[in-house]
């Protein structure tokens, strides 16, 4: 199923009065109920003739998603809410919701905005869960609604090694204690390269290598600043393992990275940042078994940032923008 999806002014509204209407009806009943369900056509019109409009999502011509774009000033920054959003029923689990928060962070980033926030019912725990997996995490409660929000993701290439060092490089910049990385990619791909250059920024002692075999190294900062915790997770068997190494004692002391950590560091705060590294050539370029190092060809690498939780708004990600401003820009931080 290919999904397009287009910005939007009042002219749409009554399209995305028909998603609103054929998204929302289909839930639970809700007490109070949902306030999507009193708007109109003139209402949405309205509200679409205000900002940046909204956004309707296609499938062969088909109206199958829609939300509302309102720009907010709230205290975690100046974000993109995003209201009434819905999938039409015979559309949902097909990629629509995740295709239209897709365009909306390039809204936000378009508008210089340091990330999206929306409201989830407290009821409906399916659609917290939801937003949480696509990066948002819980910042307040206020009945009947959960407030979420979610910073922007970045991406840098890496044309070489010694690129990829001057990467992590620079957002050792704008690391402190308590961070926590989740490092993905497949063999070969330069997670550890990555590291290293990650200590080189912070000023860590002792050659960062894969700590494969001992599972984690500490290194000490030489500069009077955190220390590096390097883990491995290959070879762990789930969080309960991962608990068994208590990085917690050094978590709030130390920046943590943990390679192949996606699916079990993700417990160990609620802050993090996903670094996920991919290979343009893809594992050709490794052999036909997919083996190798991080020494193999120097083909380019591009490298994604996602962050996670309200520690990354407004800073400065390689590749991406923060408070509103490019890296970079007079009076950008970090």
Same mark, same amino acid.
């Given at each position: 199923m290919?999904?397009?999806t287009?910005?939007?002014? $009042?002219?749409?509204? $009554? %399209?995305?009065y028909?998603v ?6 289909g ?6 109920p &949902?306030d999507?369900?009193?708007e109109t056509? !003139? ?5 679409l003739?205000?900002?940046?409009? #909204?956004?309707l ?11 509302l774009?309102d720009p907010?000033t709230?205290e ?12 039409? @029923?015979?559309?949902r689990?097909?990629?629509?919701a ?11 980033r378009e508008?210089?905005l340091a990330?999206?926030t929306?409201l ?7 659609n ?9 995490? !819980?910042?307040? =409660?206020?009945? @009947?609604?959960v407030?979420?929000? =979610?910073a922007?993701p970045t991406?840098?290439?890496?044309? *070489?090694?010694?690129?990829?060092r &001057?990467?992590? #490089?620079?957002l050792a910049?704008?690391l402190?204690?308590g *961070?926590?990385?989740?490092l993905?990619? !497949?063999l070969g791909? +330069?997670?550890t390269?990555?590291?290293q250059?990650?200590g080189e920024?912070l000023?860590v002692?002792?050659?960062?290598t894969? $700590?494969t075999?001992?599972i984690a ?5 030489l500069v009077d600043?955190?220390a590096l915790?390097?883990? %491995?997770?290959?070879?762990?068997g789930?969080l ?7 990085? *917690?004692?050094?978590?709030?002391e130390?920046?943590t990275v943990?390679?192949?950590?996606a699916?079990v560091?993700?417990?160990?705060? *609620? ?7 991919? =290979?343009t ?5 490794l052999?036909?078994?997919g083996?190798?190092?991080d020494?193999?060809?120097d083909?380019p690498?591009?490298v994604?940032?996602? $962050?996670?939780?309200t ?10 923008l923060t +408070?509103g401003?490019?890296a970079?820009?007079p009076?950008?931080s970090?």
């Amino acid at each position: 199923m290919s999904v397009e999806t287009r910005r939007i002014g $009042p002219e749409a509204a $009554p %399209d995305l009065y028909a998603v609103v209407r054929a998204a929302f009806e289909g839930r639970q009943p809700l007490d109070p109920p &949902a306030d999507a369900l009193a708007e109109t056509v !003139e209402s949405l019109a309205a509200a679409l003739a205000q900002g940046p409009g #909204g956004l309707l999502a296609y499938v062969d011509g088909e109206v199958v998603g829609g939300l509302l774009l309102d720009p907010v000033t709230t205290e975690h920054g100046d974000l993109m809410a995003l209201r009434r959003f819905g999938v039409v @029923p015979g559309a949902r689990h097909h990629g629509v919701a995740h295709v239209l928060i897709g365009a909306a962070v390039e809204v936000a980033r378009e508008l210089g905005l340091a990330g999206l926030t929306v409201l989830a019912r407290q009821e409906l725990e399916s659609n917290i869960g939801f937003w949480a997996s696509n990066h948002f995490a !819980e910042v307040g =409660r206020q009945a @009947p609604y959960v407030e979420m929000v =979610r910073a922007l993701p970045t991406s840098a290439p890496a044309a *070489d090694a010694d690129a990829m060092r &001057a990467l992590a #490089g620079s957002l050792a910049t704008v690391l402190r204690a308590g *961070d926590l990385l989740v490092l993905s990619g !497949e063999l070969g791909a +330069g997670k550890t390269t990555f590291t290293q250059g990650l200590g080189e920024g912070l000023g860590v002692r002792g050659g960062i290598t894969s $700590p494969t075999f001992v599972i984690a190294r500490v290194h000490p900062s030489l500069v009077d600043g955190p220390a590096l915790v390097h883990v %491995d997770a290959y070879r762990l068997g789930g969080l309960d393992e991962l608990d068994d190494l208590d990085l *917690d004692t050094s978590l709030d002391e130390a920046v943590t990275v943990v390679e192949w950590g996606a699916g079990v560091a993700e417990a160990l705060a *609620d802050d993090r940042l996903h670094v996920r590294i991919t =290979r343009t050539l893809g594992a050709d370029a490794l052999g036909a078994d997919g083996g190798g190092t991080d020494e193999d060809a120097d083909d380019p690498r591009t490298v994604e940032f996602v $962050p996670v939780g309200t520690r990354w708004l407004g800073v400065a990600l390689p590749g991406g923008l923060t +408070g509103g401003l490019p890296a970079g820009s007079p009076g950008a931080s970090g």
